[in-house]
């Protein structure tokens, strides 16, 4: 046992670990640097010949670990999150982990370079070790989220592999023009459901747009909305504008914005009303005024800003 070391009585479904320097597997890839020796790499893809790697990965979640890095009386280390799981018992020797700091190890990080994560996607950035965290959730070379709303999808990838997916998973319609003419029927317009959506692809000056159309309620209150979403970045989305228009039987209603990135969730911007927000009488007007059905042409433009 180690000096004024205890054993704890039990731990709930961690594995133990024999030492740091085993674990084979991460979530994240990553390769490594240091300051003075450019080629000092990691074990993901480049082989790192000391395996400074390994003990900077935390034997439980197998992430790179940041300050406050912990260790037990015997030296095993691990995260704060992780050490907070497993309920301050090192999963590696069964002792209690105290609150003792590893700062001979977080000061070493202080002179490691990284590259960025999406460094495979095209993001050539080799960062401070501390610094990469901020960066990941920043790059403009991370992956995008896909873009359908009808379900909580997990695939991310690319524009071009998101386009695919799209396509040959949800059967989203694809269309070429920065013109569109679309007409949604509603059999019931009393039914006024979260899951009542469409969602059409247009490709237009060489980018794609996400066409967005849903039922939902603001509070009580039951109304339909559509907005665009530009698939990509919202440095790229501040590029463009356009313009959406619903009417009929002498009534208009006219909309004019910028696109919102895939970056926004589609909640996030629907929930903002940042786009043509038809309320319900409204749109039965514009559908004849019978109540019996719901038929709405919405029409639009897709411009790039000079």
Partial sequence: MAPGGSACKEVESYPAVAD?????????????????????????????????????????????????????????TLCLNCKNRVRNCCPSCRYD??????????????????????????????????????????????PYNCPYAGSDCSITGDIPTLIAHLKDDHKVDMHDGCTFNHRYVKSNPQEVEHATWMLTVFKCFGKQFCLHFEAFQIGMVPVYMAFLRFMGDDSEAKKFGYCLEVGANGRKLTWQGIPRSIRDGHRKVRDSQDGLVI????????????????????????????
């Fill in 279 to 306: 309320q319900r009488n409204l749109a039965l007007h514009f559908s004849g005024g019978d109540r019996q059905e719901l038929k709405l042409r919405v029409s639009g433009r897709i411009w790039k800003e000079a």
């Fill in 20 to 76: 740091y320097a085993i674990a084979t597997t991460t979530p994240e890839s990553n390769s490594m640097t240091t300051k003075s020796s450019f080629g000092f790499v990691g074990k993901h893809g480049i082989q790192s010949n000391n395996g400074v790697y390994e003990l900077l990965e935390c034997p439980v979640c197998k992430n790179l670990m940041y300050p406050p890095i912990h260790q037990c009386p015997n030296g095993h």
């Fill in 97 to 142: 982990l105290g609150n003792i700091r590893f700062l001979a190890l977080e000061k070493f990080a202080e002179s490691l370079e990284l590259p960025c994560k999406y460094h495979s996607l095209g993001c050539h950035e080799i960062l401070p070790y501390y610094s990469k965290l901020k960066h990941k959730q920043h790059c403009r070379f991370r």
